[in-house]
């Protein structure tokens, strides 16, 4: 199979050798999609994109790495009209907002958090308001179009499939992903040729990434001191991203200006 342009972002993760290639693809559209509404190209100053981003808003850790950015005006232009579209739709809420009758057992129920169902239209609004991010949804929606590309490529191009079963596994959440799709995706036969490939690939991988964490911890014994670090120096962070995914030791991701 020739590679095509829109392949060669997943044949470059599986050849940089990462603890999972998803995990690098989505690093590198977060940080596309950071340079898409902040950075040099001002995005954020057409018309189109700023009524996205008034209408989606950004998750809490969007909004950090935002702040991390760099880009402070850019930052300031965005939340303006974001606010004054939610100031809007804030006062329809309230103008709407019926409360409950109280029950004559109110004063011995307990609080809630807001990680919980809402139970009115108010906290319905606000919980989607969390939930909504233009960052995630650019870069989930392009995630799942490379899923389907991992399964184009395992199933017609031989070097893939190699990169494959030679790769470092993936972190969980990657892995379950893989897991859920083939399910769908591939024929009986195909999924009982991937999961004998996958499977040992997560197992032995997620053993390896063990080895490593207790070593690192071994080597806090005096008797170790002066033993070889052998690959268990940057353990810890490897050890998150194959548990939850992600870069823990990044530093921020900042402007280029």
Known sequence: MKEQIYTIPLMDAFNAGDECPFCFIERNLEQHAMDFVLGAGASYMEDDIRAETDKAGFCREHYKKMFEYGNRLGCGLILTTHFKKKNEELKQQIKMFSPAKA????????????????????????????????ICDYYKNTYSRYLDTFFELY????????????????????????????????????KSDFYETLFPLMTENMQRVTDDLEW????????????????????????????????????PYKSAL
Not at 111 to 131: C, H, L, M, R, Y
């Open 155 to 190: 199933r017609k191009n031989p070097e893939f499939v190699e990169l494959f079963k030679k790769s470092k596994g993936f972190c969980l959440p990657h892995f379950a992903d893989l897991v859920e799709n083939a399910e769908t995706i591939l024929s009986d036969k195909e």
């Open 216 to 251: 690192f911890c071994d080597k806090f014994d005096y008797k170790n001191k002066d033993a070889d670090w052998k690959t268990s120096k940057d353990a810890i962070p490897r050890g998150m991203q194959k548990a939850a995914g992600s870069y823990p030791a990044d530093p």
């Open 103 to 134: 029950s004559m057992f109110s004063h011995f129920k307990k609080a809630q958090s807001t990680t919980d169902a809402p139970k009115t239209s108010i906290g319905v609004w606000a919980k989607a308001q969390q939930e909504s991010c233009y």
